[in-house]
């Protein structure tokens, strides 16, 4: 996989000095997020330089072969502005993401990236000043489906299992925040928080045990909403009840099924929305066996 760069063509592997790509794409000479106006790509250099902003201490290839990536800003707490703000919406914006790892004046090009199915956690770390503060912690996959060349990691194709942990209370820390006007998978709004939140405590206050977990299947990172252990239900919420939010619940819930099958795990999909849906979305949900949850003056009422 390679990238055009104004007359630059890099393939993986190429490393080259960084004031190179400048020449021809212009953009911040001196950011670790790159956003040049006149080309449809956003790059990010990653290197021992960001030591004395916090950053390495969230910048990581992890076991199931994604990369974390702290966004920019070096005093105070992190926000969705300039490089922050490219990152989250590079994919609206028809632009692609490149890493570039950062040694001195050399920089050696690794590949195409996407964001992961949770985009982005808010994590604290140190500023310039030495000052605690929230930084933005971006999640990338490759978007060859393939695992950084030199990681020592296996391709992404395969299923890495499913682990689990006792239910916690959320914060919006652990929720992982996306907040965007672009409704599509990847996204969990405050509102969806809220209502996992409160089905959580009134499912406690009913005697039910609930457990969080996460998986990995063909290299994407599966977070249902809720496990409801004593019942064998998996759940994913949503924010609406719409059709669009119902047909993207249906694939990630039937997704959770089938994954925690191959991994033994025999649950019942759940959808999670704060009003009653269209009869016509309860039919189909009845049609492939999944339940739906949703508010109720009572509390919540499930239809299965």
């Not at 000095?17 to 400048?22: E, G, K, L, V, W």
């Not at 449809?40 to 990581?60: C, M, Q, T, W």
Request: hydrophobic content about 35%; glycine content about 10%.
């Amino acid at each position: 996989m390679s990238v055009q760069l104004g007359n630059l063509e890099l393939e993986i592997g190429d490393t080259l000095r960084r004031a190179m790509i400048h020449a021809e794409v212009s953009g911040q000479r001196q950011s670790g997020i790159v956003t040049p106006t006149k080309h449809p790509v956003v790059l990010i250099f990653s290197g021992s330089s960001g030591k004395a902003y916090g950053y390495a201490e969230n910048d990581r290839l992890l076991e199931d072969g994604s990369f974390n990536y702290t966004g920019e800003g070096q005093v105070g707490d992190q926000e969705f502005k300039g490089g922050n703000k490219a990152i989250r919406d590079a994919q609206l914006n028809g632009k692609s993401i490149h890493l570039f790892l950062s040694e001195g004046r050399e920089v050696t090009y690794k590949g195409e990236l996407e964001l992961g199915q949770s985009p982005f956690s808010y994590r604290q770390a140190p500023d310039v000043n030495g000052v605690n503060r929230k930084v933005i912690v971006f999640n990338f996959v490759p978007a060859s489906g393939e695992a950084l060349i030199d990681s020592d990691l296996p391709a992404l194709q395969h299923d890495a299992g499913w682990k689990f942990e006792p239910w916690k209370d959320l914060d919006f820390s652990d929720y992982q925040v996306f907040e965007s006007k672009k409704e599509g998978a990847e996204i969990r709004s405050r509102s969806e928080f809220r209502l996992t939140k409160e089905y959580a405590s009134w499912l406690e206050g009913r005697g039910h045990v609930l457990r969080v977990g996460n998986g990995t299947s063909d290299g994407v990172r599966l977070w249902p909403d809720i496990i409801i252990e004593d019942l064998g239900v998996v759940v994913e919420a949503k924010r609406s009840s719409s059709r669009g939010s119902m047909r993207t619940a249906i694939g990630q819930v039937l997704d959770y099924k089938y994954s925690l099958a191959k991994s033994g795990m025999l649950l019942s999909p759940q959808i999670l929305v704060p009003a009653r849906p269209s009869e016509d979305m309860l039919g189909l949900c009845k049609e492939l066996g999944i339940s739906v949850a949703y508010r109720a003056p009572e509390g919540f009422t499930e239809i299965t």
